[in-house]
Structures are given as structure tokens and as C-alpha cells.
């Protein structure tokens, strides 16, 4: 028989009605321990009162509210892979006539893109031809397009400098040139914006 008062998981062990050894000796000091005996009854008279509590169905958007208060962290590799299954699905066609021909035209594109690529391997001396070709003619109509502004922005000098330069030099002088007319603009449109603003 317990000399002490039951702890709380042993009375919600009687509560529960758990059968087992250890049972009889809590059932036996209940019995004689008149303030045990009362934590009982007041354990069963809570469980009665829940037990005929009205049932409670929570609305549909119940989950939908919770959920919109409650932040979940998601890592960055199953965002990724989220986004990558959302716009899979997109590119997918949802029919299967439609997927068939888009595989069909995806397995087309592949093969004519290996048969470019095997050509190009083998004719290597081609590419480079037309590649250079490509190049001093890009050269020229930079000469002749742009050469008065390049002269004015850059010096005489340089539509010499474009004439024997590769065309690494080239694009970093249209990269200037660009970047120059992106911030005349850009002090063009705040002046506009001032003047405006000081009219109002």
C-alpha cells in the first residue's frame, strides 16, 4: 500500500481505467486516503463534463485561418523545388495528345541540335571562317554606323583602334557608349523632374 499521496499520471492512469500490476496499490490507497479519493472524483467529474461537452465541427476555412497566422519555414532547397514543379507543370500540356506532340517536337529540336553540333565539330575550319567573317564585318559597320560618335566620344584615334582591335574592344566600347547614353538620359529626366517640381 503508497504511503504518499498519488501524483498527477497516476491518477489520470485510474482515470484512464488502466489495467496492469502496478493498478491494484493505487486503487488500494484510494480507497483509505480520503484527499486521494477526492482528486479522483474531481478527475472523473472533469472528464464526465468533457465527455457531454456539444460536438464541434469547425467551418471549412478553419485550416485555411490557422494556417495564414502559423510561419513555416521552408528551406531554400524545397522552395527550388516547388517553383521547379511549378513551372514543369506549366510547360507540360495537361492533354495527352498535346504532350505527345510536344515530346515529338522536343525530340525533333534535340536531334537536329545534335546533328548541328556533330557538324560543327567536324567542320571546325568552317566555323572559324565565318566567324571572323562575322567579325570584320560587324567591324566595318561599326566603322561606318558609328564612327563619327566614337571619334567624338573616344578620339580620332580610336576608329583606328576599331579597325585592328578584336572584338573584345568593340563590345566594351558599345558597353561605354550605352552606359554613357543610359546616364545622359538619366540627368536629362531628373532635370526634366526638378523643373517640373518647381513649377508646382
Avoid: K, N
Amino acid at each position: 500500500m503508497t504511503t504518499r499521496h498519488l501524483l498527477p499520471d497516476e491518477i489520470d492512469q485510474l482515470l484512464d481505467g488502466e489495467v496492469g500490476f502496478g493498478i491494484a496499490p493505487l486503487e488500494a490507497h484510494v480507497r483509505e486516503c480520503a484527499e486521494c479519493r477526492a482528486e479522483l472524483e474531481a478527475g472523473r467529474r472533469v472528464v464526465d463534463a468533457i465527455e457531454h461537452l456539444p460536438r464541434l465541427a469547425p467551418t471549412p476555412l478553419f485550416t485555411d485561418q490557422v494556417m495564414a497566422r502559423v510561419t513555416v519555414y521552408e528551406p531554400w532547397e524545397v522552395a527550388m523545388r516547388d517553383a521547379a514543379d511549378r513551372w514543369v507543370s506549366r510547360l507540360v500540356p495537361r492533354s495527352r495528345p498535346l504532350r505527345v506532340v510536344a515530346g515529338a517536337a522536343g525530340i525533333t529540336l534535340a536531334a537536329a541540335l545534335s546533328v548541328v553540333c556533330v557538324w560543327l565539330g567536324a567542320h571546325l575550319d568552317a566555323v572559324f571562317f565565318f566567324g571572323s567573317m562575322a567579325r570584320s564585318r560587324l567591324r566595318a559597320a561599326l566603322v561606318e554606323g558609328v564612327g563619327g560618335v566614337i571619334a567624338t566620344v573616344f578620339g580620332p584615334q580610336s576608329v583606328d583602334a576599331i579597325r585592328t582591335a578584336g572584338p573584345g574592344l568593340v563590345l566594351g566600347m558599345l558597353a561605354t557608349m550605352v552606359v554613357l547614353l543610359l546616364a545622359a538620359g538619366l540627368v536629362v529626366r531628373t532635370a526634366v523632374s526638378s523643373a517640373r517640381r518647381g513649377r508646382a
